[in-house]
């Protein structure tokens, strides 16, 4: 088996997205420079994903915090046998029609940050996306509890929406981990006998933590954000096989039963293989689900800074009024 191999070279914004795409390839993400400025420890040494960890959500504080700011949302936290679920409800539209969804968020960082106050900053961009009140649980990380403990707290979080509204009116969203998450979850909640929700929106989701797809050799050092994560997802299945679908959800048997799905990526993507690859798998066991691919995005978007960011909640707006029907 031949390996193409390709000379050093310089990878310029291309001129066929807007200025301000361009103007955020060109400076990529001070925040990756802060995230992946050391090497991820051992998926053994506990100790040192404690420290790193801690390192690493000091770094993102800041940048986390002036979310509040830029998406102020009314915030109210409810306890859930103990896990910390964060409720949040964006400026209201006056436009807006009653019996509107609520969508179960469930947030990145590669299953080893985001918690805490986090949780709750990295929900809000979705919240004013969408227009929708967002649920957003705080659920458990390694190296102290690794998976299942995400998935548990994840299916616990959807069934705590089901006491309070029908299925239909419930999305499961995530981004990044989070959307691996979202797609684990709601398989698990299926086999569980729980109702399917009306959708998932599924934004470049970790669907597959072997890291197997192209992209991951095509776009390690083109994305400007987001590098492989081999040691971090070996720390989260704490020796399960990274195949198995509540890990790596593109592994998952979709045709018993799965809702219809939407799932966005970029060319510039690390994840572009994990969610081209889901997709495909979704379209062969007979679900609904539909691709958005921009042009030169890479894993963090364009940073809330481009036409193009809004495209994506468009076309995620879009989709869920063709999917959900408003509450009677």
């Known amino acids: 088996m031949s390996t193409t191999r390709f000379p050093a070279r310089p990878v310029p914004p291309p001129s066929t997205i807007s200025p301000e795409a361009r103007a955020a390839v060109a400076a990529g993400s001070p925040l990756a420079s802060l995230l992946f400025s050391e090497p991820e420890?051992?998926?053994?040494?506990?100790d040192g994903w404690r420290a790193f960890s801690q390192r690493r959500d000091a770094a993102a504080a800041p940048y986390l915090a002036a979310l509040a700011a830029r998406y102020p949302c009314a915030v109210t936290t409810h306890d859930v046998s103990g896990l910390t679920v964060h409720e949040l409800v964006a400026p209201a539209d006056p436009a807006a029609p009653g019996g509107l969804p609520v969508v179960l968020y469930l947030h990145g960082g590669g299953y080893t940050s985001g918690s805490g106050e986090a949780t709750v900053h990295l929900a809000r961009s979705t919240a004013h996306g969408l227009g929708l009140p967002v649920w957003a649980p705080d659920y458990r990380l390694p190296p102290d509890h690794p998976f299942p403990a995400a998935v548990d707290d994840a299916v616990a979080s959807y069934a705590f929406l089901l006491e309070r509204h029908r299925p239909e009116d419930v999305v499961v969203a995530g981004r990044s981990a989070g959307g691996g998450l979202a797609a684990a979850a709601v398989l698990r909640a299926r086999d569980q006998g729980l109702p399917l929700p009306a959708a998932c929106l599924l934004q470049t989701p970790e669907a597959d933590l072997t890291e197997s797809g192209d992209s991951f050799a095509l776009n390690d050092g083109v994305d400007n954000f987001l590098r492989p994560l081999p040691h971090a997802n070996a720390l989260y299945a704490a020796g399960h096989d990274l195949r198995h679908p509540h890990l790596s959800p593109l592994?998952?048997?979709?045709?018993?039963?799965?809702?219809?799905?939407?799932?966005?990526?970029?060319?510039?993507?690390?994840?572009?293989?994990?969610?081209v690859l889901l997709h495909r798998a979704l379209r062969r066991a007979g679900v609904r689900a539909d691709l958005h691919v921009w042009e030169a995005m890479g894993h963090g978007g364009f940073f809330?800074?481009?036409?193009?960011?809004?495209?994506?909640?468009?076309?995620?707006?879009?989709?869920l009024r063709t999917v959900v029907r408003p509450a009677a």
Not at 41 to 46: E, Q
Not at 260 to 266: D, K, R
């Open 251 to 275: 592994f998952g048997d979709f045709g018993a039963g799965f809702p219809p799905t939407i799932l966005t990526s970029g060319t510039r993507d690390l994840f572009l293989s994990n969610t």
């Open 304 to 319: 809330e800074t481009a036409p193009e960011d809004g495209e994506v909640w468009a076309e995620l707006s879009a989709f």
């Open 41 to 46: 420890p051992s998926p053994h040494d506990a």
